[in-house]
């Protein structure tokens, strides 16, 4: 997306293997306050996006990836995906996508990481050992790892 236009750490449309287009965000939240609402307004705003394109695309479903540094919800598990649901009983509308990772609920215990546990361990920070291990079975994460070891060398306090 344009610069002026980014409203996350990550907000790109991508295709899958199954060639569906979709529109994914990436977001931090800092803090408690408005949590919901800042949700939706992130959601809101990478699925409307859409519009501004002169491309003619077709409308895609939008998932957000909203990371917490705090704990917000009152089960054990760390990961969530929100749907919404009508009082007509369990509609789900399909296209709005809003998942949740609570940092503080990961525990890495050095098994077998799957991908979106190697991406969290990442992300949160893990100890060298598991950062090597991640680092040589995840290409995209390598890559990523290697772009902000640049930037932090380029980078200058003012």
Same mark, same amino acid.
């Given at each position: 997306?344009?610069?002026?236009?980014?409203?996350?750490?990550?907000?790109?449309?991508?295709?899958?293997?199954?060639?569906?287009?979709?529109?994914?965000?990436?977001?931090? &939240?800092?803090? =408690?306050?408005?949590?919901?609402?800042?949700? #939706?307004? +992130?959601?809101?705003? *990478?699925?409307?996006?859409?519009? /501004?394109?002169?491309?003619?695309?077709?409308?895609?479903?939008?998932?957000? &990836?909203?990371? =917490?540094?705090?704990?917000?919800?009152?089960? #054990?598990? +760390?990961?969530?995906? *929100?749907?919404?649901?009508?009082? /007509?009983?369990?509609?789900?509308?399909?296209?709005?996508?809003?998942?949740? &990772?609570?940092?503080?609920?990961?525990?890495?215990?050095?098994?077998?990481?799957?991908?979106?546990?190697?991406?969290?361990?990442?992300?949160?920070?893990?100890?060298?050992?598991?950062?090597?291990?991640?680092?040589?079975?995840?290409?995209?994460?390598?890559?990523?790892?290697?772009?902000?070891?640049?930037?932090?060398?380029?980078?200058?306090?003012?």
């Amino acid at each position: 997306m344009p610069k002026e236009e980014n409203f996350g750490i990550a907000d790109v449309r991508l295709k899958t293997e199954d060639e569906e287009e979709i529109n994914v965000g990436i977001q931090f &939240i800092d803090g =408690l306050y408005y949590i919901q609402t800042k949700m #939706l307004l +992130y959601y809101s705003q *990478i699925h409307l996006n859409q519009v /501004e394109y002169d491309d003619k695309r077709e409308f895609a479903r939008t998932a957000t &990836i909203n990371i =917490l540094d705090f704990v917000y919800f009152n089960s #054990l598990k +760390y990961d969530k995906v *929100i749907k919404v649901k009508s009082d /007509e009983g369990d509609v789900c509308l399909e296209e709005l996508e809003m998942q949740v &990772i609570e940092l503080p609920k990961f525990h890495c215990n050095n098994k077998e990481l799957t991908r979106k546990e190697q991406w969290v361990s990442y992300l949160k920070g893990c100890d060298k050992y598991t950062l090597e291990s991640i680092l040589n079975k995840n290409e995209c994460i390598k890559q990523l790892d290697v772009l902000l070891e640049e930037y932090w060398e380029k980078e200058k306090m003012e």
